[in-house]
T-cell receptor, first 115, second 112 residues
């Protein structure tokens, strides 16, 4: 299995621009998570989906952030407009949440820099 | 709400030293507990897990025991190697359908 695939690996953009991060979960997994990692705040859960339905988006910082999962094999996280404080590493993770000890499988992340 | 607390880092050890990274949790029920490891430039990887009280998870020489009475899940290794240098995260999940909650992470550096 190829694992969770995220693209791009690195994104540099100017303040005010739209940014779209992409994730392909592991085939057969039914849950998908978006996390943000910074030195100051550590690993923060932004949103997670179960069977393509958003379950908890309480971690989404503000309306500039939105996430979609149109089908079981693809998800996007969009920031519009982007700001310098959005600079972070964004991770996508997937899991099969039918058993209590199913672990999360993480992608290698997208490092976002907003100038 | 549920939460995970870890010892402050960074932790620096000499090769072959004994490692303990403390982890305690707060949860309303009986969560599953996990340790994840993150190497530079990579995502987190599962290191070990335990699903009920007194369970011991182990992998690659690392061990952690689910202690319900002290709500703890401390990570230990008897002899660390330089290749163990990474950030270690303790995590919990309350039920099968819940989100996973991570601690702040503990950075470990092992020097030759």
């Amino acid at each position: 299995d190829a694992g969770v695939i995220q693209s791009p690996r690195h994104e540099v953009t100017e303040m005010g621009q739209e940014v779209t991060l992409r994730c392909k979960p592991i085939s057969g997994h039914n849950s998908l998570f978006w996390y943000r990692q910074t030195m100051m705040r550590g690993l923060e859960l932004l949103i997670y989906f179960n069977n393509n339905v958003p379950i908890d988006d309480s971690g989404m910082p503000e309306d500039r952030f939105s996430a979609k999962m149109p089908n079981a094999s693809f998800s996007t996280l969009k920031i519009q407009p982007s700001e310098p404080r959005d600079s972070a590493v964004y991770f996508c993770a997937s899991s099969f949440l039918e058993t209590e000890n199913s672990p999360l499988h993480f992608g290698n992340g997208t490092r976002l820099t907003v100038t | 709400g549920d939460s995970v607390t870890q010892m402050e880092g960074p932790v620096t050890l000499s090769e072959e030293a004994f490692l303990t990274i403390n982890c305690t949790y707060t949860a309303t029920g009986y969560p599953s507990l996990f340790w994840y490891v993150q190497y530079p430039g990579e995502g987190l990887q599962l290191l070990l897990k335990a699903t009920k009280a007194d369970d011991k998870g182990s992998n690659k020489g690392f061990e952690a025991t689910y202690r319900k009475e002290t709500t703890s899940f401390h990570l230990e290794k008897g002899s660390v190697q330089v290749s163990d240098s990474a950030v270690y995260f303790c995590a919990l999940r309350e039920t099968s359908y819940d989100k996973v909650i991570f601690g702040p992470g503990t950075s470990l550096s092992v020097i030759p």
